[in-house]
């Protein structure tokens, strides 16, 4: 499990890329839960809408801002399924030795072997995905305009699963199977005989297997053989019951689990020896460079755009999840000895309402503000390299992504906001979209000329899937033109790695700013 952690973390500080889901850049964008469309200012507005660039009263007129942040997302189940198979390759592995020998499967294998086809089952029939980004951007404005560098890192990760090479059979590949006399702990080959006689699990058992047992075969020659070896070496009837007890649960628990993926096993398979099973990493690698200005078309109307070039460089690597001894630096210089690099160029567009100001017969209590931004407008499309591992080996395009926000102040020092994703966004993932809606505040606790200090609180979630929701907070310090900020995000819902229950989705960020 750390291999396949420390693959997506490496693949994503190994380059620069921009993330195709609404990136929430920033800390203070993030300390409000990515509701920032019409709240953006300074810098950080040439992301998140260029017609935050117009201000006035003097305020955040010039400055210059560099923040780092880090995002990941898991969705379902696939650290976990992924934690499952390296939990038991080992065991798997000596399943596989046993193959072409005399030597009997008894209940440790079949508790690998179930918990492997429980896996697989995971993969198949869940929605499995996990999304990394790193961003780095720097800013500079002054008066309307800003120019930036903006470096981000993304990395997907897909399972691809192979459904083929999942059997334990033909010359010299067969596994062998003890029938020869029934086991002494009945209750126990019941318990995995009760699963294996629904459906038709035991067929494809069989077909996996090249055998022709039955049911109650099978669990008693599971159970007899475990109880012979530890006759053998000398342990106590009592010890072995327990021991048989225990593993016959939950091999009957796991199979019960990868019942539908069981059933579909054909009757002419190849060897697991050769299972290609894998976790697929996709890189999209981008540096956006950025000259942005706004403009106050008329009273309570601002407009913005970002004219960018962006360089784009796509990486793919490959970790087999059965059958693979590679380390992870191996992993890694993999997906970056064949890249594709290309230079697109891209636009961005921005408007900002002012209510009041454009409508000034009519006071809306709350300073009402709207908000539509659009990024990439154009939708750039860069090469990805060929792999015969990837279904998808088509141009891998930054489409167009269209936000809308609103922002009220019900307090000179209080702002409310919210943000949607008008569109679903594509992802890096082929089966992964998002569309984010946000909700925000920002409430300054010390409100003074030379010092501020300001709290944020948020909430998002991902519409287009199901998932959990993601809380963030942040603070900021402010002393006269120096400006510190920090936040951190992570979900209400929770993944399983190496044992330990981790947020299915988390991140932080932080950024230091001057800002005049």
Same mark, same amino acid.
């Given at each position: 499990m750390?291999?396949?952690?420390?693959?997506v973390?490496?693949?994503?500080i190994?380059?620069?890329?921009?993330a195709e889901q609404?990136?929430?850049?920033?800390?203070?964008?993030?300390?409000?839960g990515?509701?920032?469309?019409?709240v953006?200012?300074?810098p950080?507005?040439?992301q998140?809408?260029?017609?935050?660039?117009?201000?006035?009263? %003097?305020?955040?007129?010039t400055?210059?801002?560099?923040?780092?942040?880090?995002?990941?997302s898991?969705?379902?189940?696939?650290?976990?399924?992924?934690? #499952?198979?390296n939990?038991?390759?080992?065991?798997?592995?000596?399943?596989?030795r046993?193959?072409?020998?005399?030597?009997?499967?008894?209940l440790?294998?079949?508790?690998?072997?179930?918990?492997?086809?429980e896996?697989?089952?995971?993969?198949?029939?869940?929605?499995? *995905?996990?999304?990394?980004?790193?961003?780095?951007p720097?800013?500079?404005?002054i008066k309307?305009?800003?120019?930036?560098? =903006?470096?981000?890192?993304?990395?997907?990760? @897909?399972? /691809?699963?192979?459904?083929?090479?999942?059997g334990?059979?033909? #010359?010299?590949?067969t596994?062998?199977?003890?029938?020869? #006399?029934?086991?002494?702990?009945?209750?126990?080959?019941?318990?995995?005989?009760?699963?294996?006689?629904?459906?038709?699990i035991?067929?494809?058992?069989?077909?996996?297997?090249?055998t022709?047992? @039955?049911?109650?075969?099978?669990a008693?020659a599971?159970?007899?053989?475990?109880?012979?070896?530890?006759?053998?070496?000398g342990i106590?009837?009592?010890?072995?019951?327990?021991?048989?007890?225990?593993?016959?649960?939950?091999?009957?628990?796991?199979l019960?689990?990868?019942?539908?993926f069981? +059933?579909?096993?054909?009757?002419?398979?190849?060897?697991?020896?050769?299972?290609q099973?894998?976790?697929?990493?996709?890189?999209?690698?981008?540096?956006?460079?950025?000259?942005?200005?706004?403009?106050k078309?008329?009273?309570g109307?601002?407009?913005?755009?970002?004219?960018k *070039?962006?360089?784009?460089?796509? *990486?793919?690597?490959?970790?087999? !999840?059965? =059958?693979?001894?590679?380390?992870?630096?191996?992993?890694?210089?993999?997906?970056f000895?064949e890249?594709?690099v290309?230079?697109?160029?891209?636009?961005? !567009?921005g408007?900002?309402?002012?209510?009041?100001?454009?409508?000034?017969? /009519?006071?809306?209590p709350?300073?009402?503000?709207?908000?539509?931004?659009?990024?990439?407008?154009?939708?750039p499309?860069?090469d990805?390299?060929?792999?015969?591992?990837?279904?998808? %080996?088509?141009?891998?395009?930054?489409?167009?992504?269209?936000?809308?926000?609103? *922002?009220?102040k019900?307090?000179?020092?209080?702002?409310? #906001?919210?943000? /949607?994703?008008?569109?679903?966004? %594509?992802?890096?993932?082929?089966?992964?979209?998002?569309?984010?809606?946000?909700?925000g505040?920002?409430?300054n606790v010390?409100?003074?000329?030379?010092?501020?200090?300001?709290l944020?609180?948020?909430?998002m979630k991902?519409m287009?899937?199901t998932?959990d929701? @993601?809380?963030?907070?942040? !603070?900021?310090?402010?002393?006269?033109?120096?400006?510190?900020?920090?936040?951190?995000?992570y979900?209400t819902? @929770?993944?399983?790695?190496?044992d +330990?229950?981790?947020?299915?989705?988390?991140?932080?960020?932080?950024?230091?700013?001057l800002?005049?």
């Amino acid at each position: 499990m750390k291999k396949i952690i420390i693959i997506v973390v490496g693949l994503t500080i190994c380059c620069a890329a921009y993330a195709e889901q609404w990136h929430i850049s920033g800390p203070r964008a993030m300390g409000m839960g990515g509701a920032f469309t019409a709240v953006a200012d300074g810098p950080a507005a040439q992301q998140w809408n260029p017609a935050g660039l117009v201000q006035e009263e %003097n305020i955040n007129e010039t400055g210059v801002s560099l923040s780092v942040s880090a995002f990941a997302s898991a969705t379902n189940d696939l650290l976990e399924v992924a934690d #499952a198979i390296n939990s038991v390759y080992n065991e798997v592995k000596d399943t596989q030795r046993k193959m072409g020998t005399a030597n009997y499967v008894n209940l440790a294998d079949g508790k690998a072997l179930s918990k492997s086809f429980e896996a697989l089952d995971k993969l198949i029939n869940g929605k499995q *995905a996990v999304l990394a980004s790193v961003d780095v951007p720097f800013g500079i404005k002054i008066k309307n305009f800003a120019f930036s560098v =903006n470096n981000y890192a993304t990395a997907g990760i @897909t399972p /691809v699963v192979d459904t083929y090479n999942i059997g334990f059979q033909g #010359a010299g590949n067969t596994l062998q199977f003890n029938t020869a #006399a029934p086991a002494s702990n009945q209750m126990a080959v019941g318990v995995i005989k009760d699963v294996v006689s629904t459906g038709n699990i035991m067929v494809g058992l069989n077909n996996a297997f090249g055998t022709s047992m @039955t049911a109650d075969q099978f669990a008693n020659a599971l159970v007899y053989q475990t109880e012979q070896e530890m006759l053998a070496r000398g342990i106590n009837p009592a010890q072995i019951d327990e021991y048989v007890q225990k593993y016959s649960k939950e091999i009957a628990d796991a199979l019960a689990k990868g019942k539908p993926f069981l +059933e579909d096993i054909p009757a002419a398979t190849g060897s697991y020896k050769d299972n290609q099973t894998a976790v697929l990493a996709d890189v999209g690698a981008f540096s956006e460079i950025s000259l942005g200005y706004g403009h106050k078309f008329f009273d309570g109307v601002k407009v913005g755009g970002n004219i960018k *070039a962006i360089r784009g460089e796509m *990486a793919r690597a490959g970790y087999y !999840l059965f =059958n693979d001894d590679k380390d992870v630096q191996d992993v890694i210089s993999d997906a970056f000895d064949e890249t594709k690099v290309s230079w697109k160029p891209a636009l961005d !567009l921005g408007l900002l309402l002012d209510i009041n100001e454009l409508v000034p017969v /009519v006071h809306i209590p709350f300073s009402p503000k709207l908000a539509l931004s659009a990024r990439n407008i154009n939708s750039p499309k860069f090469d990805r390299p060929q792999s015969s591992k990837f279904v998808n %080996n088509d141009a891998y395009s930054l489409d167009g992504q269209y936000r809308a926000g609103v *922002a009220l102040k019900p307090f000179n020092f209080w702002t409310v #906001a919210a943000d /949607v994703d008008l569109v679903k966004n %594509n992802t890096i993932l082929d089966n992964y979209d998002s569309q984010m809606f946000a909700l925000g505040t920002e409430i300054n606790v010390v409100n003074a000329s030379a010092f501020n200090l300001p709290l944020r609180f948020g909430v998002m979630k991902n519409m287009a899937e199901t998932s959990d929701y @993601t809380l963030t907070a942040g !603070l900021g310090l402010n002393l006269v033109h120096l400006h510190i900020d920090l936040a951190g995000a992570y979900s209400t819902g @929770t993944v399983t790695v190496d044992d +330990e229950k981790i947020p299915s989705q988390f991140g932080a960020s932080l950024a230091l700013s001057l800002l005049f």
